[in-house]
């Protein structure tokens, strides 16, 4: 059985690439593996809060001296991290926005990101003070760009901030295994769309059947 979790940032509805193929790829999944558990999050039509100051005291206060506010304004973000946490699979779909990452899926990473929970750190550890404690899931990033060339040697990798972005804050708390797929060329339309959403979903259907080859593990 794979626990899945997919998280949807594009505040479009069904103009929504990202949505189209995360969901494409999560109704094959099932098909192939139909003990299939998912958990959705639509953050993109329901966003999450940025952090707050209060959020930011509570984190980074030991558990056992918490108050009853502290524990309150970590509610959410505590619900988030075990829904990360019990995944086995984690399917990101994110819009591609002025050259990186949107605001809302920003918020759920800042909620994710958290001492004690997907990180350790020991102060006294000058060499090495940052523990990853994500360990054993595989993460498919299914990203829209409106214009080409974002990806590896491409005209424009030099402009793409939100691939290594996402690679180096996932891998901070050990999501380590991340294979990003990107659509690109909404802006122009026509044949250039067409073929890089093919290409997207081809690959996406390689990526169903290895999943269900190797269980996610």
Request: proline share 6%; charged share 25%; hydrophobic share 35%.
């Amino acid at each position: 059985m794979t626990r899945l979790l997919q998280i949807d940032a594009s505040p479009r509805g069904e103009r929504s690439h990202t949505r189209r193929l995360s969901r494409e790829f999560v109704e094959h999944l099932q098909v192939a593996d139909p003990g299939t558990e998912v958990v959705h999050r639509d953050i993109g039509r329901q966003p999450l809060p940025h952090v707050t100051e209060d959020w930011i005291a509570a984190a980074f206060t030991p558990p056992d001296q918490r108050d009853d506010s502290m524990h309150k304004s970590l509610q959410l973000s505590d619900e988030l991290v075990d829904e990360l946490l019990a995944a086995d699979l984690i399917v990101l779909g994110i819009p591609f926005y002025n050259f990186g990452m949107p605001s809302g899926f920003k918020a759920w990473i800042d909620q994710i990101v958290r001492v004690g929970r997907t990180f350790d750190f020991d102060p006294e550890d000058v060499e090495s003070p940052y523990t990853p404690l994500v360990t054993g899931k595989r993460v498919i990033a299914i990203i829209s760009r409106g214009d080409g060339g974002y990806g590896p040697g491409g005209r424009n990798e030099v402009h793409n901030h939100l691939d290594g972005h996402l690679r180096t804050v996932l891998g901070f708390i050990g999501l380590t295994d991340v294979t990003i797929v990107a659509a690109e060329n909404d802006e122009f339309g026509g044949t250039r769309l067409a073929d890089s959403l093919e290409a997207a979903r081809t690959e996406l259907r390689q990526l169903v059947v290895e999943s269900t080859q190797v269980g996610c593990a």
